[in-house]
């Protein structure tokens, strides 16, 4: 098959995405991380599963591997030592959310929705940005359904991608800012409020590096209040 290379001015895994849709020529857009090996037949396992199903989101399962165990044995082998990330294994069973690294969506239904929110930012790790966009999705009626068979190996690459080995105290707002826009925006519906507002305190202030680094703790505690209130004014947008 033939393959398409982006060259983007703007970066940020949100706008990548949206780049990814708006150039598309197919009816369904599979999306994958950079650290993800797929097993045979994956692609076709999400053609069948949107043709048997009618559906407008098909989430995939996903198979943790840390990276240290990567070896090039095959897909199906690595498997047998990965762990897994949905515990229900059955078909054809509608699903609330998925992993940003193993989910499809028809291009129409995606686009109509305005893609992924691209004040959900990238730079400070990629976390969110698919549940915010599925969650959206869900509410206006789309159906999503959770496909066992379209599996594949995430094996956490420890560099690249939307990570960044470094904390400047500039950025310190950006740690908590994904947390607070899905705990504004669905930890209520979700059911996941006070779980969702803890995350965000433990990747804010009480994160490892801050604790470590005692004298960062009023910066980092004043840049997380400033962040809730930036993530309260964009959540309504």
């Not at 995405?17 to 857009?29: F, H, M, P, T, Y």
């Not at 995939?60 to 897909?75: E, I, K, M, P, R």
């Not at 009023?218 to 309504?236: I, V």
């Amino acid at each position: 098959p033939s393959v398409k290379y982006l060259t983007l001015k703007r970066t940020g895994l949100t706008i990548a995405r949206n780049a990814i849709l708006a150039s598309a020529q197919g009816d369904v857009v599979v999306f994958l991380d950079d650290d993800v090996l797929v097993p045979s037949g994956f692609f076709d396992n999400y053609a069948k599963a949107f043709e048997q199903t009618g559906a407008d989101v098909v989430l995939g399962q996903v198979y943790q591997l840390s990276f240290n165990d990567l070896t090039s044995a095959s897909a199906e082998e690595l498997r047998n030592k990965a762990t897994a990330r949905f515990l229900n294994e059955s078909n054809w069973t509608e699903f609330p959310h998925g992993i940003g690294c193993n989910h499809a969506v028809r291009r129409t239904q995606a686009l109509a929705q305005g893609g992924y929110d691209e004040q959900i930012l990238g730079c400070a790790g990629a976390k969110n940005e698919e549940g915010d966009f599925l969650m959206r999705l869900k509410s206006s009626g789309v159906r999503m359904w959770y496909e066992a068979n379209c599996w594949l190996i995430h094996y956490s690459a420890p560099g690249g991608g939307a990570r960044t080995p470094l904390r400047p105290l500039r950025d310190e707002w950006k740690w908590s800012y994904n947390d607070l826009i899905w705990l504004i925006r669905h930890g209520k519906a979700s059911g996941t409020f006070g779980w969702s507002l803890w995350r965000a305190i433990r990747r804010g202030p009480l994160h490892k590096r801050n604790i470590a680094r005692f004298w960062r703790q009023p910066w980092a505690w004043g840049a997380f209040f400033f962040t809730f209130c930036r993530a309260l004014r964009d959540s309504r947008h």
